[in-house]
Every structure is written in C-alpha cells, then in structure tokens.
C-alpha cells in the first residue's frame, strides 16, 4: 500500500524558509520522478520542481529557481523540499508526487499547507 507522509508546512514571515519533507513507503523509490506542485483555492495545480531518481537531474517553475531547492534521499524513500526568501506569493497548499519514470504512474500526497504572511 502507497503512503505518503508530508511534513513542514506552516506559517511564516515573508523573506523566511521553510523545508518540506515527503517520506514515502509501498513502492520502488528510484523508479520514480519526485515532483511538488502546489494550489491554491480556485487555480489548477501548479507544477514547482521535479527530481529524476539516479541523475538527480532538477527542474524549477521559474518563479522559484535559485530559491528553492529540491532533494531526495533514495535510501530513505524521502523528497525534500527547501524553500527560502518566500513570499506571500508562495502561499498554497504544496503536494509532494511520485510519477513512475518507465510507467508513467502516479501518485500524490495529501497536500501540506505553506501560508506566507507578516
């Protein structure tokens, strides 16, 4: 069975970081490309970045490039997410994702909310 656990959202000041983790379990780890996209009420998912499993080969919406960072662990089926110099604009509700890179499967988290605001 598939499981996702996200963690790190909250609340935080413009200009500050914050860095969401997805631990994930119930399938292979390194065959799957590890996405976040992010929403907000009322828009479409958004893409934010992407990790390829073995080159660890980045892709950034150019909105967040050179401020935020994406990772992963393979060995402990984990994705991160580091994101600086937020601004209110970032506020969403930020899904970790799991796209397999030969299948094309899916999977998504629950969502973790990021609120940017003084």
């Known amino acids: 069975q598939v499981h996702f656990v996200e963690s790190g959202g909250g609340l935080v000041q413009p200009g500050g970081s914050l860095t969401l983790s997805c631990v994930t379990s119930?399938?292979?780890?390194?065959?799957?490309?590890m996405r976040w996209y992010r929403q907000v009420p009322g828009a479409e998912r958004e893409f934010v970045a992407s990790?390829?499993?073995?080159?660890?080969?980045?892709n950034y919406l150019d909105s967040v490039r050179g401020r935020f960072t994406i990772s992963r662990h393979n060995a402990e089926n984990t994705a991160y997410l580091q994101m600086n110099s937020l601004t209110p604009e970032d506020t969403a509700v930020y899904y970790c994702?799991?796209?397999?890179?030969?299948?094309?499967?899916?999977?998504w988290g629950q969502g973790t909310q990021v609120t940017v605001a003084s």
């Open positions: 990790i390829e499993p073995y080159t660890t080969a980045t």
């Open positions: 119930g399938f292979q780890f390194t065959h799957y490309v």
């Open positions: 994702s799991a796209r397999n890179r030969y299948t094309g499967n899916v999977y």
